[in-house]
């Protein structure tokens, strides 16, 4: 990945935020919290270390957690989430909330930000509601979504009508490899946040591997979702769990009254 101007000082501060924290009382209780290395502009690497708009909000939060040396270490989503169900890690963000569907999470923090799930397709798919956004999944049938790996958007109507053979789902390990097969018409569409996808594609052609006169349609809304941090539900090596979830959760709710979470994102996006 091509590292911009802004991500660069980003990483830099990073970097001084990491040292800082290493200077912190011996006595400070070692915590590593799991992210998303590959969900930018919300949850990245670079050179192995956590950016993105989770990581330094909830560095916000570390900061005001001085009983605690917290560590933010990037992996592979669905490594995040095998740590939570093997408990042999402590937490991981930002999933969304499925307790159902990932029972191996437990308990979920206060809600950290809104995202938006939509689905972009190639401007060569042809939808029955041209006029506005597509009925989703109907309108979709015959198709092949892409997808995050390890990703569980989209709805029950979604996965059924996958099972049932209605339509395809086919994943990728992120955004930048989904976004190319789209454009290589490998997949007719996308699903994920609709300010991801648009990061990625601005990314994309930024760097020159797409060009800037490829488009791609805004196709259908499928819900809000709130990224959270998830706890893993086996507790027997965190016996710090208990008061970690409750003081991360009042400086959370406290922060976002401040105006710090606007903060970021306008760093991220503006």
Not at 66 to 75: A, E, H, N, S
Not at 155 to 170: N, P, Q, S, T, V
Not at 195 to 214: N, Q, T
Request: hydrophobic share 40%.
């Amino acid at each position: 990945m091509e590292i911009s101007t802004k991500a660069k000082i980003t990483l830099v501060s990073v970097l001084y935020l990491n040292a800082a924290h290493l200077m912190a009382s011996e006595d400070a209780i070692p915590v590593t919290i799991y992210s998303d290395d590959a969900y930018p502009p919300y949850s990245y690497q670079i050179q192995g270390n956590a950016v993105g708009i989770y990581p330094d909000i909830l560095r916000h939060v570390f900061d005001q957690m001085p009983q605690y040396r917290v560590t933010i270490k990037p992996v592979p989503f669905v490594r995040g989430l095998r740590l939570l169900e093997t408990g042999k890690g402590f937490a991981l963000f930002p999933p969304y909330y499925y307790e159902n569907r990932r029972p191996y999470i437990h308990p979920y923090s206060k809600p950290i930000l809104k995202e938006q799930v939509v689905v972009y397709c190639h401007n060569e798919v042809m939808l029955k509601n041209v006029a506005e956004l597509a009925k989703w999944p109907e309108d979709f049938y015959g198709l092949t979504i892409g997808i995050n790996a390890a990703f569980s958007i989209g709805g029950d109507a979604f996965w059924m009508a996958a099972h049932d053979g209605k339509l395809k789902i086919e994943e990728a390990k992120d955004n930048q490899e989904n976004i190319l097969k789209m454009r290589a018409k490998r997949v007719d569409c996308y699903i994920n946040d609709r300010l991801s996808i648009a990061w990625e594609i601005k990314r994309l052609k930024d760097v020159g591997r797409i060009d800037h006169s490829d488009s791609f349609q805004l196709a259908a809304f499928v819900s809000e979702e709130y990224g959270y941090l998830g706890y893993s539900a086996y507790a027997e090596r965190f016996p710090f769990k208990e008061p970690f979830t409750s003081q991360f959760d009042q400086i959370l709710q406290r922060l976002q009254g401040s105006g710090i979470v606007e903060q970021v994102i306008s760093s991220y996006v503006d």
